[in-house]
């Protein structure tokens, strides 16, 4: 990922403000979040894998080690993620990468948003492309996140095992069926 800096005009920070605090996030994120479903849903959207930057990792498609990416996390937080991570890859093709507190995956339908630390039993947090609406039975878990996205708090594999089926659907939402 590359940074950016944006001057948004001072009414349409506030306009942003309202609707990040709608979804409780920040400016940043929402306008991440919007800018990348712009972009990736674009028809002429590039495909291209860009050189990532040197705190990233970003490992050959189809492999990546949570636990050696998030030394010192819960272990549960590295199994729920490691787990969520495979069934990812699974799709094919699909490269992921450590992103400061969460793991990236490109094309970008899903991304792990962080892993816990600081609980006592570990767990991740999580944003699927396509709001709740947009899934097949969302489980109460799957609620509103930033604009075109679902969210869910993940912490135990009983959670893990109703919302994995949403990374194929949320794949299949933003590039159609493989």
């Known amino acids: 990922m ?8 001072d009414t349409v ?8 605090q709608k979804h409780n996030v920040d400016v940043p994120q929402l306008c991440v979040g919007v800018l990348s479903d712009h972009f990736l849903s674009a028809p002429s959207a ?14 050959e498609a189809g492999s990546f080690d949570v636990a050696a990416a998030f030394e010192g996390f819960p272990l ?10 495979d069934e990812a890859v699974k799709l094919g093709k699909i490269r992921a990468f450590r992103n400061r507190r969460g793991i990236g995956f490109d094309p970008n339908f899903v991304f792990i948003e962080y892993l816990m630390s600081r609980s006592g039993t570990g767990g991740i947090g999580v944003s699927f492309y396509g709001e709740p609406k947009r899934h097949t039975k969302p489980p109460r878990i799957l609620v509103k996140g930033i604009p075109s ?26 590039f159609g069926s493989r």
């Open 76 to 85: 549960k937080s590295i199994e729920l993620a490691q787990r969520f991570v």
């Open 149 to 174: 996205y679902s969210r869910a708090k993940i912490y135990s594999a009983e959670d893990l095992d109703v919302i994995l089926p949403h990374i194929r659907e949320s794949f299949e939402l933003k």
């Open 2 to 9: 590359k940074p950016l800096t944006l001057l948004l005009p």
């Open 46 to 59: 590039s495909r291209s894998q860009p050189n990532p930057p040197l705190n990233e990792t970003v490992p």
């Open 13 to 20: 920070f506030a306009n942003a403000a309202a609707e990040a």
